[in-house]
């Protein structure tokens, strides 16, 4: 499916800031191990909600939410798609018009998040949060360090990783291994799945938000190879719940 151009624009909503780990609480510390496995695949270990269209949202949301569904299925054993709108109405005064990760982990710390069926959209645009139950809580967010080995060994071991890329190269997208000519430019966020090779090429596998219709079902996959990976490695992180 091909993006309209202003769609595609409006999807994009910025570059987005890299963490500064001195600003974070907590650094991703691998433990090597010879047995990681050559290729994971989070979605076949149920830890991975359907995909969303985000339309006009902005994608920071759906990053946030499909990082805390996969940790909170790994630790409760449960797959509950949970709030964007609620993120979009709460976390920021910009709304769908932008944020960060970490301000949405931040909300969450402080407020806890409902599920999409507690606190569907659309909305007027105000917090409505009211007495609506936590279907997740979290008590910290964890940065991955920027480079390819440790950001493997984090989806490996902890599960599904938000991240920002550059998607510049993304709205022609329909399938394959893509490898993108900017990845210092960051202006999407996406959720990390898993990796794997196909043909000796190394690739990451992404969750995207632009429905079904778009790229492989819904998912992308990105060349490893840094200065091609659109900047995955950048800003990784994900929360404790």
Sequence with gaps: MKLSVLSF????????????????????????????????????????????????CGAWVYSVTG???????????????????????????????????????????AHGLASAADYPGPSDGTCHRGSIPSTVTESDYVTVEHDEETLRQA??????????????QWELYVGGILKCEDS???????????????????????KNSWGEAWGEQGYIRVDRTPGADCGITLAATYPVV
């Design 9 to 56: 624009a409006l999807c994009l909503v910025g570059v987005l800031s890299i963490p500064n780990p001195k600003e974070h609480r907590r650094i991703f510390n691998p433990e090597f191990v010879a047995d990681i496995p050559d290729s994971v695949d989070w979605r076949e270990k149920g830890a991975v909600t359907p995909i969303k269209n985000q339309a006009l």
């Design 67 to 109: 990082v805390l569904e996969g940790q909170n299925f790994l630790k409760n054993g449960e797959l509950v798609p949970l709030s964007e709108q609620e993120l979009a109405d709460c976390a920021t005064q910009d709304g769908c018009s932008g944020g960060t990760v970490e301000e949405g982990y931040e909300y969450v710390i």
């Design 155 to 168: 989806v490996a071991t902890i599960g599904p990783i938000s991240v920002a890329v550059n998607a510049l």
């Design 184 to 206: 210092e430019t960051l202006n999407h966020g996406a959720l990390l799945v898993g990796y794997g090779s196909e043909d000796g090429v190394d690739y990451w596998l992404l």
